[in-house]
């Protein structure tokens, strides 16, 4: 793995809120189609270093380089093809599912207010795509009957579908997922799970995500890299991260075993 | 009866005039959060440039043509120049700044068109409608028709363009619209512009019926309690709160103003806001903000 080549790179990234660290000199790497899973103890910085990836953070020093190019507003992100979901949910709740979804691919559209206004046929065939893409999107997620219905009224779970079916809207060569899977019964995530793997076979989607429920990281990820109190303590293949003995210090008790 | 009726639908009617000014509002609230209360001004500025073209001869659709491209010009520079370099500031700065925008717009509409009181005639009249049981004005009757159809194109707007979905979606989500990439800045001129159209149709209708002069930039005061009632943030609410302000007070001053000498009108939709702000500080329809803590 050459710096030069590195699909992702995140390079000496320090972040802080009112004298708060909270990333501190963080490097990773991670490679074309690989699942890197980022894990670490509640603070450790794991959504922070998830919003400075997606540009919603800028980071106080390092770089960030995708494709070999650097990265800096988050508004050039999905043209650059990465998308993300939250870890708290961030939905256009007053809107329909498909709706939203069709939003997550709107950065591709070219058609003008002025083209909208006069239906002209441009503005209509990328309308008709949108939808179409993401009835699609919606289908492979196994939520397309609930195309019509308004996001804030569905259950926590379905929504946690949509966000994923919005980003995944996008086609994106990077996906984030910010705990996909929070909150979900054992049957959701066992589905979400299948809905991540299913995606990333048939995108070539790369995949970074953080994720609570260990027993999915080991199953899904093919690189863990460990944070706690801001900084990596470990970076490599699962197997050698559960063993790693830093890892086990910081999860006493919850790796030990 | 009959009488009653009267005062009603003369209620309604003027309720319309302020759900226009409050339109304009709504419309940039909900792309960017800030309360424009330059939008009076904007009212004002609109319906003079107006009538000053047509008092130099030019004819009325080239001048509401020419006017048109003068709002959209000056909502899109209020945005650009000064709004959108104020993003995160707080809330007090923003309104601040448009306060700030709204005298200086006052000051140079006087440089520019003069302290006189122009007349506008729109071409109908303030009349009574013959042949109706209840005397209803035409002129009332036309707003409300001129009204309705900027409301059923905002509400095309908003369903089916792509704008007006990622509208949409910035007021339910800013975080969640920049992050799909969605291109906001663009959007907020867009909702300016907007706001510039509405300006210049609700100054057309508020000059025709009390004449274009600098007190028109006050409207924005009736358009408060409007937008209390109705919630910032909400087209339908201040439809609806526009109709409830405009009927109350009417029937307030005829029926309960009477007995008291009257004057109620000028305070009554103020009384009904702050007993919404008690009672409902959301609003008819406006969403409460819920936080995960």
Redesign the interface.
């Known amino acids: 793995m050459t710096a030069a080549r590195a699909f992702l790179e995140v390079r000496d990234v320090s972040l802080s809120f009112d004298g708060v660290r909270a990333l501190d000199h963080v490097s990773l790497e991670v490679a074309r189609g690989e699942v890197c899973a980022i894990i670490g103890p509640n603070g450790a910085g794991k959504s922070s270093l998830l919003n400075v990836v997606?540009g919603?953070y800028a980071p106080a020093r390092g770089t960030l380089l995708f494709e070999g190019r650097p990265v800096h507003e988050?508004?050039?992100?999905?043209?650059l093809g990465i998308?993300?979901t939250?870890q708290?949910l961030?939905?256009?709740?007053?809107?329909t599912v498909l709706?939203n979804v069709?939003?997550?691919d709107?950065?591709r559209?070219r058609?003008t207010?002025l083209e909208?206004?006069l239906r002209t046929p441009r503005?209509r065939r990328?309308?008709r795509r949108a939808r179409l893409e993401a009835r699609h999107v919606l289908a492979l997620l196994g939520i397309a009957d609930r195309a019509g219905d308004v996001v804030g009224r569905l259950p926590y779970g379905v929504q946690k579908r949509v966000e994923l079916a919005?980003a995944l809207a996008?086609r994106p060569k990077l996906l984030l997922l910010d705990e996909p899977m929070a909150g979900m019964t054992f049957d959701e995530k066992r589905d979400m799970c299948r809905f991540v793997m299913d995606a990333r076979e048939t995108l070539g989607t790369t995949l970074v995500l953080i994720e609570h429920d260990l027993g999915v990281v080991m199953d899904l990820s093919d690189h863990v890299v460990v944070l706690d109190h801001g900084r990596k303590i470990a970076d490599g293949a699962p197997d050698a991260v559960r063993r790693d003995a830093a890892v086990v210090e910081a999860y006493v008790g919850r790796f030990a075993a | 009866m009959g009488f009653f009726l009267e005062v009603l639908v003369g209620g309604l009617l003027a309720g319309v005039m302020y759900t226009m000014v409050a339109l304009g509002f709504v419309l940039i609230y909900k792309a960017s959060g800030v309360f424009n209360i330059a939008q009076g001004a904007m009212v004002l500025f609109a319906a003079l440039t107006f009538v000053t073209l047509l008092e130099h001869g030019v004819a009325f659709v080239a001048a509401l043509v020419a006017s048109l491209a003068v709002m959209l010009a000056l909502a899109v520079a209020i945005e650009r120049l000064v709004l959108r370099h104020l993003v995160n500031a707080p809330p007090m700065a923003l309104f601040l700044a448009t306060l700030g925008i709204s005298f200086i717009l006052e000051g140079t509409a006087q440089l520019a068109y003069g302290t006189q009181v122009h007349g506008l005639e729109l071409g109908v009249s303030d009349a009574p409608i013959a042949g109706l049981p209840i005397a209803i004005s035409r002129f009332d009757v036309f707003a409300a028709v001129v009204a309705g159809a900027l409301v059923a194109a905002l509400g095309v707007f908003f369903r089916t363009t792509r704008a007006g979905v990622g509208l949409r979606a910035i007021a339910d989500d800013p975080l969640a619209a920049v992050a799909v990439g969605l291109d906001v800045p663009r959007l907020w001129t867009i909702a300016w512009g907007g706001a510039g159209v509405v300006a210049l149709v609700a100054g057309l209708l508020w000059g025709a019926r009390v004449g274009v002069q600098f007190s028109l930039s006050l409207v924005v005061l009736k358009a408060l309690p409007v937008l209390v009632i109705g919630g910032f943030s909400s087209i339908g609410g201040v439809i609806a709160s526009g109709a409830i302000v405009g009927a109350s007070e009417k029937l307030a001053e005829v029926y309960v103003g009477s007995h008291v000498g009257g004057g109620i009108e000028t305070w009554f939709p103020y009384a009904m806001a702050i007993g919404f702000l008690l009672l409902r500080p959301t609003g008819l329809f406006g969403r409460p903000v819920v936080a995960r803590v």
């Open positions: 997606s919603l988050a508004r050039d992100l999905s043209r998308a993300r939250f708290n961030a939905l256009f709740r007053g809107m709706e069709a939003l997550g709107d950065f559209a058609a207010l909208h206004a503005a990328e309308e919005r996008a």
